[in-house]
């Protein structure tokens, strides 16, 4: 029985998405900028075709022409928004038809009766922040502050989530996990996306760092996702990263959190290894987007593309026969655009098998033809969106 792996490139999209001008996002181009910017060395995503996804979505074409020993596509996304938790839902056969509840930008940018009902189901001595703002400038900004007076610090951003940073050691890992449980069940009736819990070590602004225990509290999906339905069909499930977050735990069999593309691949790759007939492994590969597609670091974001495209041949090699192997997006993140938020784009849909014939699958309609040509491989009954390719 054949295995399949999915790889999310997080925030790597390819540019060209149809309503891109809605969300402010016409022009954008991941890759193709981050391509303008520095000479990308990537010779095995272009054996998968990254390039002539690229050209088929946007006309451009940054790689040279190398020998395709893999199928590709791109996909274009027919749910609302722009974010995570949207994105790697679609992918997996459950677009969203309906719009997220998100804060505006301005100061404060939640409402008063929330914070204040935070405050006291928290028993905070206050919050700090309560605005739009970049992950690590604001901890940068408002860190110090928050250790001397034990307020956490609350923001947001163009997603539909709002994010609590604190210091580990002065306001306590579990302490912040609480309250990110408290604004979760706030925010439900908000139809707010995630409640992230950022928490960060340091001495002082120059120093402070997030580490690696982020937990997302996100919503259930609407219906069930391809995690779900394999698992129903008692199929082994590996969610390496962030993915058991993103889908609430629903679905996501064996959870392994890991910080880092080294130890995402390593983990990912240990999972492959022992993984039985007919299982699935899916990884979120989130530095992409939090390390340099936020930060708008485009030579980091090439360097961290060249970095994992120099991993992947340890992964052609891992391989069985009947095993299929699946690198996508979940957005796109423009590191040369403007403001610090996603982009509107399509993302690549690059596969590989042993004795794949090369060759194009062409646009895609929905981000959801990638878990439902995943569940037509791996056997089990159809989801309730997408179309296969096989």
Wanted: with cysteine.
């Amino acid at each position: 029985m054949s295995r399949a792996f999915l790889f999310i490139l997080d925030s790597f999209g390819i540019g060209g998405a149809p309503d891109a001008k809605k969300y402010g996002d016409e022009g954008a181009n991941t890759f193709v900028h981050i391509a303008e910017r520095m000479k990308l060395n990537i010779p095995n995503l272009a054996s998968l075709g990254l390039g002539l996804a690229a050209e088929a979505s946007s006309g451009k074409n940054p790689l040279a022409e190398v020998e395709l020993k893999g199928q590709w596509g791109f996909a274009t996304e027919i749910s609302r928004g722009k974010d995570t938790i949207t994105g790697h839902w679609e992918i997996a056969g459950v677009p969203v038809p309906f719009d997220w509840g998100y804060f505006p930008n301005i100061i404060p940018a939640f409402p008063k009766s929330l914070t204040d009902e935070l405050v006291r189901q928290a028993r905070l001595p206050g919050i700090l922040a309560n605005k739009h703002a970049s992950g690590t400038e604001i901890i940068e900004e408002l860190g110090e502050e928050h250790v001397a007076s034990g307020k956490p610090i609350v923001y947001t951003s163009a997603d539909s989530v709002i994010q609590i940073a604190a210091h580990e050691e002065s306001f306590g890992l579990q302490h912040l996990y609480d309250v990110c449980k408290i604004a979760r069940e706030l925010t439900y009736e908000l139809n707010i996306g995630r409640v992230i819990a950022r928490p960060f070590i340091g001495t002082a602004a120059e120093n402070f760092t997030r580490t690696a225990n982020r937990k997302d509290y996100a919503v259930l999906p609407p219906s069930p996702t391809l995690l779900d339905c394999l698992t129903k069909a008692g199929r082994a499930v590996v969610s390496v990263g962030k993915i058991g977050d993103i889908f609430a735990h629903s679905g996501t069999g064996r959870e392994i959190k890991v910080a880092g593309h080294e130890a995402l691949m390593q983990t990912s790759l240990e999972a492959i290894e022992t993984l039985p007939a007919g299982g699935f492994v899916m990884t979120n590969f989130v530095d992409f987007d939090t390390n340099f597609g936020h930060r708008r670091d485009a030579i980091g974001y090439g360097k961290a593309l060249e970095h994992y495209d120099a991993m992947l041949p340890r992964v052609f090699e891992s391989l069985q026969e009947g095993d299929l192997l699946v690198l996508t997006a979940d957005h796109g993140n423009d590191p040369t655009w403007r403001g610090t938020d996603h982009t509107r784009e399509c993302i690549p849909v690059l596969t590989y098998a042993k004795g794949m014939k090369p060759g194009s699958f062409g646009k895609r309609e929905t981000f959801a033809d990638i878990g439902q040509t995943i569940a037509s491989h791996l056997a089990i009954p159809p989801l309730g969106a997408g179309t296969s390719w096989l």
